[in-house]
T-cell receptor, first 115, second 112 residues
Framework: DSGVTQTPKHLITATGQRVTLRCSPR?????VYWYQQSLDQGLQFLIQ???????AKGNILERFSAQQFPDLHSELNLSSLELGDSALYFC??????????????FGQGTRLTVV | DQQVKQNSPSLSVQEGRISILNCDYT??????FLWYKKYPAEGPTFLIS?????DKNEDGRFTVFLNKSAKHLSLHIVPSQPGDSAVYFC???????????FGAGTILRVKS
């Protein structure tokens, strides 16, 4: 158990809909990262929050947004969903702003299926 | 454009033998490299890392080798155990940074 909790584990929704994925980081971790893993591909970095503020952005679509709340949990919002958004979405957390000399701990992921 | 490539989708090894997983990268700015292991229905877990100032890092049965001139790194597992069967991801970043770039992963099967 990494200590990072993601809900829900599975989500099936229709094209055009909007969903919210939730992540609770490990106790004390200030950084939260979101990654997307599409079929047979590596994890793609989407976005990082540190102590409530956005710190880094990857190839995140404009239809996607995220935020980190005062209690440090984070939500990833995906809207106007397309079939190609079907993927595993991982959240990770770390104690610091970067990963030097510290690990990023990953949650179990949320499997999103868009039909 | 895949900046981190794991060209072997899968690898099968006998228990007790050495497993060698390979990773190539194209971005010469990468200077911190990591290996993650992932079991089914779980998130990736950190295994071992290496910075570009080293060419080898060892942790128990796991050793990572970095060849900067070839832009290549490898993970050696000796001896391999059935519990090592998992997907192994190579990842890289610039300056110990916060954006990890992952390869597509290699499925390792260790047969007993």
């Amino acid at each position: 158990d990494s200590g990072v909790t993601q809900t829900p584990k599975h989500l099936i929704t229709a094209t055009g809909q909007r969903v919210t994925l939730r992540c609770s980081p490990r106790s004390g971790d200030l950084s939260v990262y979101w990654y997307q893993q599409s079929l047979d591909q590596g994890l793609q970095f989407l976005i990082q929050y540190y102590n409530g503020e956005e710190r880094a952005k990857g190839n995140i679509l404009e239809r996607f947004s995220a935020q980190q709340f005062p209690d440090l949990h984070s939500e990833l919002n995906l809207s106007s969903l397309e079939l190609g958004d079907s993927a595993l979405y991982f959240c990770a957390s770390s104690a610091n702003l970067d990963i030097q000399n510290t690990e990023a701990f990953f949650g179990q992921g949320t499997r999103l299926t868009v039909v | 454009d895949q900046q981190v490539k794991q060209n072997s989708p899968s690898l099968s090894v006998q228990e007790g033998r050495i497993s060698i997983l390979n990773c190539d990268y194209t971005n010469s700015m990468f200077d911190y490299f990591l290996w993650y292991k992932k079991y089914p229905a779980e998130g990736p877990t950190f295994l071992i890392s290496i910075s570009s100032i080293k060419d080898k890092n060892e942790d128990g049965r796991f050793t990572v080798f970095l060849n900067k001139s070839a832009k290549h790194l490898s993970l050696h597992i000796v001896p391999s155990q059935p519990g090592d069967s998992a997907v192994y991801f190579c990842a890289a970043s610039v300056g110990y940074g916060n954006k990890l770039v992952f390869g597509a992963g290699t499925i390792l099967r260790v047969k007993s």
